[in-house]
T-cell receptor, first 118, second 112 residues
Framework: AQTVTQSQPEMSVQEAETVTLSCTYD???????LFWYKQPPSRQMILVIR??????QNATENRFSVNFQKAAKSFSLKISDSQLGDAAMYFC???????????????FGQGTTLQVKP | KAGVTQTPRYLIKTRGQQVTLSCSPI?????VSWYQQTPGQGLQFLFE???????NKGNFPGRFSGRQFSNSRSEMNVSTLELGDSALYLC???????????FGPGTRLTVL
């Protein structure tokens, strides 16, 4: 079975600085997807970024980028130029690729609460 | 395009009662998944539906059930509520099973 681990329960960053959130996962599958979701106090889960395992290039969305290390099974999220609105809980998630019976199931890590200090 | 909607947003029930939660996916999305979020267990997968068929079910007791209608709207039902069922229930939809899931705002269920 696949597992996702986020070892940092809480992180803090100064506004305008850069912060990196860690995520590791365990799987025997060769093809899969990885995601970072953000959950602000409003509780609405928002997609931040998505990475396909077969793509070596790291995904980037504006100030958000990932460092995907497939061999090490590591998927960290870097937030540049942090803003007050980035304060939220961040979840790393894994999903099997097409062809698996678990394709529609997201497996989440425990989450990292990010505090942004003005 | 409207996002995923969930009704009701808040519910208070007592032990032993049953509850039905509703989820309307983004227009054109045919896959709906449900998750339970609690402080202790985190986010756990409940069910996944595609074209009115349950494709996958998480490790939850039979008191938890669901269904999907021909318009892709989905409902989940919890019977004989227990205190431990208090949680935020999140619904997510995607166009196809392999596509990215987009979440609704959730239904906060409190069991007294």
């Amino acid at each position: 079975a696949q597992t996702v681990t986020q070892s940092q329960p809480e992180m803090s960053v100064q506004e305008a600085e850069t912060v990196t959130l860690s995520c590791t996962y365990d799987t025997s599958e060769s093809d899969y997807y990885l995601f970072w979701y953000k959950q602000p106090p409003s509780r609405q889960m928002i997609l931040v970024i998505r990475q396909e395992a077969y793509k070596q290039q790291n995904a980037t969305e504006n100030r958000f980028s990932v460092n995907f290390q497939k061999a090490a099974k590591s998927f960290s999220l870097k937030i540049s130029d942090s803003q007050l609105g980035d304060a939220a809980m961040y979840f790393c998630a894994y999903r099997s690729a097409e062809g698996s019976s678990n394709t529609g199931k997201l497996i989440f890590g425990q989450g990292t609460t990010l505090q942004v200090k003005p | 395009k409207a996002g995923v909607t969930q009704t009701p947003r808040y519910l208070i029930k007592t032990r032993g009662q049953q509850v039905t939660l509703s989820c309307s996916p983004i227009s054109g999305h045919r896959s709906v998944s449900w998750y339970q979020q609690t402080p202790g267990q985190g986010l756990q997968f409940l069910f996944e539906y595609f074209s009115e068929t349950q494709r996958n079910k998480g490790n939850f007791p039979g008191r938890f059930s669901g269904r999907q209608f021909s318009n892709s709207r989905s409902e989940m039902n919890v019977s004989t509520l227990e205190l431990g069922d208090s949680a935020l229930y999140l619904c997510a939809s995607s166009r196809q099973i392999t596509d990215t899931q987009y979440f609704g705002p959730g239904t906060r269920l409190t069991v007294l």
